[in-house]
């Protein structure tokens, strides 16, 4: 991540610093004619010596001003970038944190949801079981029953037969 915002810094100044090429090399010259005026209006109580040097060699501190000037434009530019790249990873790294929040919670509302299905459905499934298991005995109870007609209606149909063969028999 770090070195990929450097990667990204760097290469933003560079087009920063070609984009405003113009206005830097203009700024830099301003600010150059800025900072000898401001060190003359300084210094006027300065000695004899540097008084002079200064204005015997005003060729060789513009160089040195306007490529301290443009060393100082880039890295202002660097650090802008940078920080509008951090300011950047930080709103992207928001977003993804309150979206995840948002996840969670629809998460657990639907986990919550979702459990109180279950707890209905295992209510259902034991009153279902409870009904099954009381049909179930229903059902055995009613077959016992069923059971003895059957041997009871099997006894008088015996009955029934002996008594007609005994009729058939002596009527002959």
Same mark, same amino acid.
């Given at each position: 991540?770090?070195?990929?915002?450097?990667?990204?810094?760097?290469a933003?100044?560079e087009?920063?610093?070609?984009? #405003?090429?113009? !206005? $830097?090399?203009d700024?830099?010259? &301003?600010?150059?004619? %800025?900072?000898?005026?401001?060190? =003359? +209006?300084? @210094?006027?109580?300065?000695?004899g010596?540097?008084a002079?040097?200064?204005?015997?060699?005003p060729?060789n501190a513009?160089?040195?001003?306007s490529?301290?000037?443009?060393?100082?434009?880039?890295?202002?530019?660097?650090?802008v970038?940078?920080?509008?790249?951090?300011?950047?990873?930080?709103a992207?790294l928001? #977003?993804d944190? !309150? $979206?995840?929040?948002?996840?969670? &919670?629809?998460?657990? %509302?639907?986990?919550?949801?979702? =459990? +109180?299905? @279950?707890?209905?459905?295992a209510?259902?499934?034991?009153t279902?079981?409870?009904t099954?298991?009381?049909?179930?005995?229903?059902?055995?109870?009613s077959?016992?029953?069923?059971?003895?007609?059957v041997?009871?209606?099997?006894?008088?149909?015996?009955?029934?037969?002996?008594?007609?063969?005994?009729?058939a028999?002596?009527?002959?």
């Amino acid at each position: 991540m770090i070195s990929f915002l450097r990667h990204e810094s760097d290469a933003t100044a560079e087009r920063d610093a070609i984009l #405003a090429g113009e !206005t $830097a090399s203009d700024t830099t010259a &301003a600010g150059a004619t %800025a900072t000898r005026t401001a060190r =003359a +209006e300084d @210094a006027p109580e300065a000695d004899g010596i540097s008084a002079a040097a200064g204005e015997a060699a005003p060729g060789n501190a513009a160089p040195a001003a306007s490529q301290f000037a443009a060393q100082a434009m880039r890295a202002a530019a660097i650090s802008v970038a940078t920080l509008e790249r951090i300011e950047s990873a930080a709103a992207t790294l928001e #977003a993804d944190i !309150t $979206a995840a929040l948002e996840e969670q &919670a629809e998460l657990q %509302a639907g986990a919550g949801s979702a =459990a +109180e299905n @279950a707890v209905r459905a295992a209510q259902t499934a034991w009153t279902a079981a409870g009904t099954a298991e009381e049909a179930s005995r229903q059902a055995r109870t009613s077959m016992r029953r069923i059971g003895g007609y059957v041997a009871v209606t099997a006894v008088l149909v015996a009955v029934q037969l002996i008594i007609t063969l005994l009729f058939a028999i002596s009527a002959r």
